[in-house]
């Protein structure tokens, strides 16, 4: 099975830059996509249900803002939107998918914000969200758990860590987070691979820094202990284009 997640910082926008070309010719089982910025009003019939796909859309109820989608091969068991929690659920960053085999989170985590204004907000929403997932794991679920996760764990997952070290997504109790979450049994799949630095996922648009490779990695496929001896590959896909952020995946056997 190959999943894949890529924030694509707008669908409408990346639809015009072959994305559904994408989609064909990578033909994973599933596909997680953050920032779609829409509602599926807005969607053209070929981005609702492209070919082999059914797909699932939770969006903000502020317009052209956050928003999340999930297109599966599989036909899910159940569908949730959200935690239960109005504040977060409103910003249509979150959908979980419960399928026969696993649980899949597909989550477009808080920025930080202008002035670090947001901060206290996503570390809300990370408390809220390993409440959720730690309920679920206790249950003996098998989770996966991907999406833009807005922070860089270490100093080896961006590009210039001591001159971020006082901006959102890099900031100690962001940070601290992640290793809270791993902490609790949850594993970075990329890791597991890889322990080299240079391999980023979100390049800032403002400064050409894709140009330079100045990036982040902020994009991540989690997964739980009980999943391990199925996980096979876990990839960062730097060569496609399209959006500021590129698509990362996993193969489970």
């Known amino acids: 099975m190959r999943i894949l997640s890529w924030n694509v910082n707008g669908i409408r926008a990346i639809e015009k830059k072959g994305f559904l070309d994408f989609l064909q010719k990578e033909s994973p089982d599933i596909l997680c996509l953050q920032e ?43 569908v949730k939107h959200g935690f239960g929690i109005e504040e977060f659920d409103s910003e249509g960053r979150i959908l979980i998918l419960e399928f026969k085999d696993f649980d899949l989170f597909n989550i477009y985590y808080p920025n930080g914000g202008a002035a670090n ?14 409440d959720h997932a730690n309920k679920l794991k206790k249950k003996g679920k098998k989770l996966i758990i991907c999406g833009d996760v807005n922070t860089a764990h270490n100093e080896i997952d961006l590009a210039r860590p001591k001159s971020n070290e006082n901006n959102t997504g890099f900031l100690p109790e962001e940070r601290a987070w992640i290793t809270k979450f791993i902490d609790n049994g949850f594993i970075d799949t990329f890791r597991q691979f890889n322990n080299e630095p240079g391999h980023y996922t979100w390049w800032d648009y403002k400064t050409k820094a894709r140009e330079r490779d100045v990036g982040w990695r902020i994009d991540y496929f989690f997964i739980t202990e009980n999943l391990l001896s199925k996980l096979k590959k876990a990839f960062i896909m730097k060569y496609i284009l399209g959006s500021d952020h590129c698509p990362t995946g996993i193969e489970l056997q």
Do not use: H, M
């Open 117 to 130: 204004k947001r901060v206290p907000y996503k570390l809300d929403f990370y408390k809220a969200f390993l």
């Open 36 to 78: 779609t910025k829409c509602n599926p009003e807005q969607l053209t019939d070929k981005l609702l249900a492209p070919k082999e796909y059914k797909s699932y859309w939770s969006s903000a109820e502020k317009k052209g803002y956050s928003g999340v989608c999930i297109y599966t091969k599989e036909e899910p068991v159940s």
